[in-house]
């Protein structure tokens, strides 16, 4: 067995398994979301912290890569506001979180035990490159745009409160912390031994297969309500468009193939729980957004499998 296919059937089946202990009523579908917290605010944290912390990063910051990858979030962000607007008659609230469904990609909870399995260290060392830099692009797109469309007539842009609502979303964020900690812990030169390296190796190890769980019981917190034939779209543009255009992308900028390859399987990953979070800081298309993680979750088992063996034929 190949090791794309192991780990599509290890990260999928972890997913399933913890959908299918709240479905069967084994475990109380709340005990996902105190899982996915203990994950998100200390496991993955320190995992990231871990890397940053021993990564070689080549020094230089990779813009071919972020270039690449953000001209991708920005054309299917845009199709996806397009779609929920212009065909399903929605209003421009709601056509950001159509947007931001359509191309804000689990690169944490997903990506992190795809790149691993897969690509191993390099290309998770290549990942943490766009984690760094990930939700605090796509949050302050959002904010901004969700600025535009919630003014009255004649109001003026508030870019104060605009950067204010981004400092205080990402200075809380464990992630985003435990990135910037991690960083700075290999400026200074420290090391992570003894003692100090038991404690982070053991939570940082049990980081992914816990918040593969944790998001299979959420899936089923979540479920599917009301109309699907927006998430359906949605969903298609995320798992079909994103990484075509991905890929394209990648050619086009000649990256090296292993930056190609990371680029396509991060465009290539089902949206995660943050465009509902979003959704529901802004009181808006939560439905929408629960429905379209729901559904891209469970195609994403093939399409995203597809499109890794796609770009690793590709890009060689």
């Known amino acids: 067995m190949s090791p794309l296919v192991e780990t599509t059937f290890f990260i999928f089946g972890l997913i399933a398994l913890g959908y299918l202990s709240g479905a069967s009523g084994y475990l109380k579908v709340d005990i996902g979301e105190a899982l996915s917290e203990f994950a998100v605010k200390v496991a993955l944290p320190l995992l990231l912290f871990r890397t940053t912390a021993g990564a070689d990063f080549h020094g230089a910051p990779p813009w071919g890569f972020w270039g690449v990858y953000f001209?991708?979030?920005?054309?299917?962000?845009?199709?996806?506001?397009?779609?929920?607007?212009?065909?399903f008659g929605r209003d421009s609230k709601a056509g950001?979180?159509?947007?931001v469904s359509s191309a804000f990609s689990n690169v944490v909870l997903?990506?992190?035990?795809?790149?691993?399995?897969?690509?191993?260290?390099?290309?998770?060392?290549?990942?943490?490159?766009l984690i760094s830099v990930h939700l605090p692009a796509?949050?302050?797109?959002s904010i901004i745009l969700f600025e535009l469309f919630s003014r009255g007539p004649g109001e003026p842009l508030h870019p104060w409160r605009v950067l204010r609502d981004f400092a205080r979303k990402i200075s809380r964020n464990p992630l985003v912390v435990g990135i910037f900690a991690g960083f700075m812990w290999r400026l200074a030169g420290l090391p992570i031994d003894g003692l100090f390296a038991r404690f982070v190796d053991a939570l940082a190890g049990i980081a992914a297969p816990l918040a593969l769980f944790a998001m299979g019981l959420g899936?089923?917190?979540?479920?599917?309500?009301?109309?699907?034939?927006?998430?359906?779209?949605?969903?298609?543009?995320?798992?079909?468009?994103?990484?075509?255009?991905?890929?394209?992308?990648?050619?086009?900028?000649?990256?090296?193939?292993?930056?190609?390859?990371?680029?396509?399987?991060a465009a290539a990953l089902p949206s995660g729980v943050n465009s509902y979070l979003i959704a529901a800081q802004f009181g808006t298309g939560q439905a929408l957004a629960s429905n379209q993680m729901t559904l891209a979750t469970a195609l994403a088992v093939v399409t995203t499998t597809f499109w890794l063996s796609v770009a690793q034929a590709v890009f060689t």
Request: aromatic share 8%; net charge positive.
């Open 71 to 87: 001209a991708t979030v920005s054309v299917v962000w845009t199709t996806g506001h397009l779609v929920t607007t212009r065909i």
């Open 96 to 99: 950001v979180v159509g947007g």
């Open 110 to 129: 997903l990506g992190i035990p795809f790149t691993l399995g897969v690509f191993g260290r390099p290309g998770f060392e290549q990942l943490s490159l």
């Open 138 to 141: 796509m949050l302050m797109a």
């Open 219 to 265: 899936l089923k917190r979540f479920g599917i309500h009301g109309n699907v034939r927006p998430a359906l779209a949605l969903s298609a543009l995320k798992l079909v468009l994103m990484p075509a255009v991905a890929m394209l992308f990648a050619w086009m900028a000649g990256l090296p193939p292993l930056t190609a390859q990371i680029a396509v399987a």
